[in-house]
């Protein structure tokens, strides 16, 4: 009876003396590399963010915008190329969708939000932001679903916390007089997608 109890002894004694051991083992187990890359592997696919300042091309003139800006003063940059991008100073009509790679929801979504880019026919803006993501996943993610939409980078969620919003996806809309409409609801199709723009920016979108 003594023998056959003598090895559990034994072990415990062991963790008893050695708690330590234990505890360092748990906190390399997922320790990030001591000197990681200062340039992303993984090329960009979005555009660059140069033109998100002018009206849209073929958008209709706006009287008043800089009398009603409706967007936070949050200044963010663009995921390609670093080009700081004043949220504020965007011009409408705009639509901006916040996601991220993990979030299932945007994975849904932000294909239908780059198909109305490549119908807006310059009548507006579409962009994105690249919220609370790794740039590495953000780009692999972006190039697997062919997602070229201007991209800004926000990896505190500044733009997020500054409309009071926890939760991904959210779209904020923006008219061509500067005024926002906050959208904190996954789009499900192109179809709701094009009314919500009709509805809050004036803007007729192809579904």
Not at 38 to 58: K, Q, V
Request: glycine residues 6%.
């Amino acid at each position: 009876m003594v023998a056959a109890h003598r090895p559990r002894r034994s072990a415990l004694a062991l963790i008893a003396l050695f708690p330590a051991l234990a505890l360092l083992a748990a906190c390399t187990e997922d320790a990030e590399p001591a000197e990681p890359s200062s340039a992303p592997a993984e090329p960009s696919p979005f555009a660059n963010c140069a033109a998100l300042t002018a009206p849209p091309p073929s958008a209709a003139p706006a009287s008043d915008f800089s009398a009603t800006p409706g967007l936070p003063p949050v200044t963010l940059p663009c995921f390609t190329g670093g080009q700081a991008i004043r949220l504020a100073g965007v011009r409408g009509p705009a639509v901006i969708n916040m996601w991220a790679s993990w979030c299932g929801p945007c994975r849904e979504e932000l294909p239908i939000m780059q198909r109305l880019a490549d119908r807006s026919d310059g009548r507006l803006h579409v962009l994105g932001v690249d919220t609370g993501d790794g740039r590495d996943a953000a780009a692999s993610f972006g190039s697997a679903k062919q997602v070229t939409m201007p991209t800004l980078y926000d990896p505190e969620r500044r733009l997020l916390a500054s409309i009071g919003r926890i939760n991904l996806p959210v779209t904020i809309f923006v008219d061509a007089a500067g005024r926002d409409y906050v959208h904190a609801l996954p789009v499900k199709s192109a179809r709701e997608l094009s009314e919500l723009v009709r509805r809050h920016t004036g803007v007729t979108a192809t579904p």
